[in-house]
């Protein structure tokens, strides 16, 4: 770990000494390889994207910049660079990105509802989601004793998509015993019991009818 560490940062004094001497373009050549090694740290692969991006715009290759800028968002939609290192600009285009590349889905019911888009679970409800990429999805909403509900969404460049999902309950086969209530049902079949079989005896009454079924 020691000797990784010592490594990245004899990089970013290289890519230092590239940017202050004016070689633009050796600087981004060695930025490109520590983006390309250096696929599972979070940490240095931002630092890295912010320097390239930066690198491109001290080159007046704002379109090439960008580019970069729309590759790092998808990555990390929340980049931001350090206004303590970097000029605003870099925080502008940015911002000026992410209003073309992402939304924002609101949901405020049911509680307790877990969220998919896709296959990904999001979150559970209520639950607000910045920053998703702008396109449709398949939007799943599961909750324990309800059927699922399935709608396909489209999120748009800055937007906000609020739901308010109505799911409908599971039936359990004797859901309607329990709304009718167990005294009920046990004085209908005691009165069958009795007067089944003779005469002068009164005819068996059917059960009743199931009331409909419960909404939430």
Not at 77 to 97: G, M
């Amino acid at each position: 770990m020691e000797e990784q560490e010592e490594m990245i940062y004899e990089k970013w004094e290289q890519v230092s000494s590239l940017r202050a001497q004016g070689q633009y373009v050796d600087a981004i050549r060695l930025l490109d390889d520590i983006i390309e090694e250096y696929t599972d740290s979070e940490e240095i692969l931002r630092r890295a994207y912010n320097f390239v991006i930066h690198t491109f715009l001290l080159m007046e290759d704002e379109q090439t910049a960008a580019e970069k800028a729309r590759e790092a968002l998808e990555r990390f939609p929340d980049l931001a660079a350090d206004p303590a290192y970097f000029p605003a600009v870099l925080n502008r285009t940015y911002n000026e990105l992410r209003a073309e590349m992402f939304g924002t889905l609101m949901i405020a019911k049911p509680e307790g509802g877990r969220v998919f888009l896709g296959e990904d679970f999001r979150g559970e409800i209520p639950v607000q989601l910045d920053l998703v990429r702008v396109g449709s999805y398949s939007l799943t909403v599961t909750k324990s004793g309800y059927y699922d509900y399935e709608e396909s969404i489209k999120i748009d460049p800055s937007g906000k998509h609020v739901l308010e999902v109505s799911m409908d309950r599971q039936r359990n086969k004797r859901w309607w015993l329990y709304r009718v209530g167990p005294a009920v049902v046990a004085g209908v079949i005691l009165a069958l019991t009795l007067g089944g079989g003779g005469e002068g005896t009164a005819e068996p009454q059917p059960l009743p009818e199931p009331p409909p079924p419960p909404t939430q």
